[in-house]
């Protein structure tokens, strides 16, 4: 294309305005899927910078420079600033001074990703609040940030809207940075069948189970290429990613294998921050062990330390933190105290049997041994005089007003498990009573029976399920549903605008014999009814994790219970996103309050301000 082609085709691309992604061009996505298409003729070409392009040569044997490599121009941020540059000096300026604006943008706008890792000294040091917190005030100040987790382990998961499957806390850090989540932030995910089992899902989509051994030979292959493309991928869009790593750094007995920590670091280049949850004990002696059990090269790359979730006095620390900066050489860089926030959680080692009060609405959640996605529940706990906790005893469940029986990540063996502690008969004690709901894995096991060809166990083998609703389970492939929903509740189980959004993650296909469905839903299928209701027994099932995040269904299992949570006030008919987000803020607030957020910012590469 001539010099002058493509000045009128830049002329039209400035007239009609940012236009976003031009979902119905023949050629998207000719970058990356989502791609900003406002400057499908680039007004910097050629620009000749060897990291967006290169020379090549043309069917007519012809030196030209080829862009289609390149992701800067089409990213939603560096579109918009440059359209605001250079709306209306394009046409006035020379090439040198258009290429001079380039590098402008280019000092808020990286082409490359910096990046800085975040570390805990243990698991539940608060590594992923911090990723997130960071996330927040980098989005607050404008930065286009993403969060990062090569690999982790964790049966609280997520579906995109392209239907690939992350941990939920991988969810939780992308709300914060304002990003749709991706499985790039997240391309490796264990979920935990047995004690030394996992299905492991690659880029959102599962892969195959593996054994410990199997899984470390798979590290030192496959494994670390993964994380290293997929985090390139994520740098090429992002001013700044934010990584997180997993455990302890200093697990120096898989030094050799694991892909969590210091070999992401590496291949990141990131300089590295540790955090503590002084609540734990034996902070200092934390720090020190940690820092001293790292090679040399991997210590070297520790700026800074943060000592988290403090209660009381942050001045009786001062000494403490003096010698320790003494005998590491590494500042710490703040102090964050303990906040009360509602927020998701990761790790179900963190949930505790709550003590029942008689004075609230005790929604009884079965504490399965191989539960997931346990934060499905967490608006319930929101709503005024509602608690939800967590029984491992079968004695209790006579005790409380509702039940839930949760999604699990093997639905034959916590089926077993119930069965063992004496749960079945309790729960079917209760059935007319009080409302009772399963979520996916609690759905099937709800029904009458689960019949696996030798997906979810080891055998083939036919299961009694607690015969409260009329499905059957079949697990006859190993094929995973995951997929986002939208759909309303049907208008007889509906209180207010009957809005219900979510997602499902199962293996396993249910049938319904009778009953009635809950919900019509919309999804990857089309339109079609979902769930399963006895309103006698006040018994009923979903897929969908998430459904009570919108008001409208939560309102009524509530008002099962009782009519006066069913209230449809302002105050109560929230949505837990807003809560989230809410929650978000005060998070980085407190953050930016009682760290050294300068040093944080030289630390990554950045000026105070963008």
């Known amino acids: 294309m001539s010099q002058e082609n493509l000045t009128e085709e830049v002329k039209k691309q400035f007239k009609n305005g940012i236009i976003g992604s031009n979902r119905t061009c023949e050629y998207y996505p000719c970058h990356f899927e989502g791609q900003d298409c406002t400057f499908c003729y680039c007004p910097f070409y050629p620009c000749n ?9 043309s069917k007519k044997g012809n030196k030209t420079w080829s862009c289609k490599d390149c992701f800067w121009i089409h990213r939603n941020d560096v579109a918009k600033r440059c359209f605001e540059l250079l709306k209306d000096e394009y046409f006035n300026c020379s090439k040198d001074e258009i290429l001079s604006i380039k590098k402008t943008i280019e000092t808020s706008h990286h082409k490359y990703a910096k990046t800085i890792m975040i570390l805990g000294a243990t698991s539940g040091a608060g590594k992923s609040l911090t990723v997130a917190a960071l996330c927040r005030i980098l989005s607050n100040r404008d930065y286009k940030v993403a969060p990062f987790k090569s690999q982790n382990m964790s049966l609280n998961s ?28 997240n391309p490796i995910l264990l979920k935990p069948k047995k004690d030394n089992v996992s299905q492991v899902i690659i880029e959102g989509k599962p892969y195959k189970d593996m054994d410990v051994e199997e899984y470390y030979s798979f590290t030192r292959s496959k494994g670390l290429e993964i994380a290293k493309s997929n985090l390139h991928f994520l740098r090429r869009l992002n001013d700044v990613v934010v990584l997180e790593g997993a455990g302890s750094p200093a697990e120096i007995n898989i030094r050799d294998c694991e892909i969590a920590n210091m070999k992401t670091a590496e291949i990141a280049d990131a300089p590295c921050i540790l955090v503590v949850n002084i609540e734990w004990g034996g902070s200092f002696a ?52 303990h906040i009360e926030l509602n927020l998701p959680t990761e790790d179900s080692m963190f949930i505790k049997s709550e003590e029942m009060d008689s004075s609230k609405i005790l929604i009884g959640v079965i504490k399965l041994p191989r539960i997931s996605n346990f934060t499905d529940f967490d608006a319930l706990g929101l709503e005024k005089d509602v608690s939800v906790i ?11 007003d509702a039940i839930i029986i949760p999604g699990t990540k093997n639905t034959v063996e916590d089926l077993k498990w119930l069965k063992q502690k004496g749960f079945f008969e309790s729960i079917k004690k209760r059935s007319g009573s009080i409302p009772i709901i399963g979520i996916c894995g609690g759905y099937q096991m709800l029904g009458n029976k689960i019949i696996d060809k030798g997906i979810e166990g080891e055998e083939e083998a036919e299961y009694d399920g607690l015969g409260l609703l009329d499905v059957s389970t079949y697990f006859d492939l190993y ?46 299928d089309g339109t079609h009814f979902e769930g399963c209701i006895d309103t006698n027994l006040k018994v009923m099932g979903t897929y969908i994790h998430g459904v009570f995040d919108l008001p409208s269904f939560r309102k009524y299992f509530l008002s099962l219970i009782s009519k006066k949570i069913a209230d449809t006030n302002e105050e109560t008919y929230f949505d837990y996103n807003h809560v989230i987000d809410l929650n978000l803020e005060k998070l980085a607030k407190t953050f930016e309050e009682n760290i050294d957020m300068h040093q944080l910012y030289t630390t990554i590469g950045l000026e105070d301000s963008p």
């Open 49 to 57: 910078d060897p990291f967006l392009g290169k020379e090549i040569t």
């Open 158 to 185: 997520f579906v995109t809207e392209f239907g690939e499957e992350i941990a939920n806390i991988q969810d939780l850090q992308a709300k914060a940075a304002r990003i749709k989540p991706r499985a790039y932030m």
């Open 286 to 337: 934390y720090i020190y062990g940690t820092l001293n059990l790292l090679h040399d090269k991997d210590r070297k790359r520790f700026k800074g330390v943060i000592i988290n979730n403090l209660r009381g006095d942050k001045s009786s620390l001062h000494d403490g933190i003096e010698e320790i900066e003494r005998l590491v050489g590494v500042p710490v860089l703040g102090i964050v105290p």
């Open 390 to 400: 967590f029984i491992d005893d079968p004695t209790k469940v006579k005790k409380v």
């Open 479 to 524: 094929d995973k549903k995951t997929v986002q929903v939208n759909g309303k509740v049907l208008e007889e189980y509906r209180v207010g605008d009957g809005f219900i959004r979510g997602y499902e993650i199962h293996m396993g296909k249910t049938i319904m014999h009778a009953n009635r469905p809950i919900f019509q839903i919309d999804d990857a």
